[in-house]
């Protein structure tokens, strides 16, 4: 009787360290890619911008804003009928120091405000055009100083929520 020879199970093929290394090399190329994306993206949005703020940055800052009570004016009136202007006016001011210092000289800056409007005839606040050419001379009147030697007010703009004139 021959015997055959015995043969040894082959091992199972094991897949080649080549393409095992090419997996790993693929993998981390992909991750040096993603960085290098990520960076060249937050490069192009800086766009080479210092730390100063933009003017974008200063339009997201939260406005502060004084409302002075409505106040009602007698106008200038040539009939026999008196006229008079009812207004609300609301002064955006640069910082928290403004406000403070409007609130507290608040009698006064009112004062200058009825002043400046008793001496107006009542068809020279009618337009639009008149109505921006008060807010322009108001904000005028609360940025001059209160005492000689004193900084403005620093109202940066003069805004209407009231207008009404009979």
Do not use: C
Request: positive net charge; hydrophobic residues 40%.
């Amino acid at each position: 009787m021959a015997t055959s020879p015995k043969v040894a199970p082959e091992p199972a093929p094991t897949p080649p360290r080549s393409s095992r290394l090419r997996l790993w090399l693929l993998i981390g190329l992909l991750v040096v890619l993603s960085i290098g994306t990520a960076l060249a993206y937050a490069y192009v949005l800086r766009d080479g911008k210092t730390a100063e703020p933009s003017a974008s940055t200063k339009l997201q800052e939260k406005p502060i804003f004084v409302a002075l009570e409505p106040m009602t004016v007698n106008l200038q009136s040539e009939g026999e009928r008196a006229k008079f202007v009812h207004l609300g006016v609301v002064l955006k001011v640069r910082d928290e120091k403004a406000k403070a210092q409007i609130t507290e000289f608040m009698p006064e800056l009112r004062s200058r405000i009825l002043l400046l409007l008793s001496n107006r005839q009542p068809g020279s606040l009618m337009s639009p055009e008149d109505k921006s050419r008060l807010t322009d001379e108001i904000r005028a009147e609360f940025n001059r100083p209160l005492a000689t030697g004193s900084p403005s007010q620093g109202v940066v703009s003069v805004s209407f929520n009231t207008f009404v004139v009979q």
